[in-house]
């Protein structure tokens, strides 16, 4: 069983909203990220929420990403608002803790 799935990628124009998800086999650690890699670039951090869900994002999607947990449904969300053709990558979450990758999902913005 694949630990960790997202969902929700597509293509979208810029200023446009999308969620991920991202569904954990068991369960979600205590701490989850968002990590993204563009074409060329480094994987890079987006987002993290810990068990109390204090929350950390990255300057480039600050105030317009939000990261959020459900427990009970083994789901940690990424909520991306006023997308950017920068936002351009491959999403994918992780589990800190256990250090599980799930296998991305693509988010194109282009108009």
């Known amino acids: 069983q694949v630990p960790l799935v997202e969902s929700g990628g597509g293509l979208m124009q810029p200023g446009e909203s999308l969620r991920l998800a991202c569904l954990a086999h068991?369960?979600?650690?205590?701490?989850m990220a968002w990590y993204r890699e563009a074409p060329g670039k480094q994987r890079e951090l987006v987002a993290t929420v810990d068990s109390d869900d204090r929350s950390y994002y990255a300057d480039s999607v600050k105030g317009r990403f939000t990261i959020s947990r459900d427990n009970a449904r083994r789901t940690v969300y990424l909520q991306m608002n006023s997308l950017k053709s920068e936002d351009t990558a491959v999403y994918y979450c992780?589990?800190?803790?256990?250090?599980?990758w799930g296998q991305g999902t693509q988010v194109t913005v282009s108009s």
């Open positions: 068991e369960w979600i650690s205590s701490t």
């Open positions: 992780k589990s800190e803790t256990f250090n599980y």
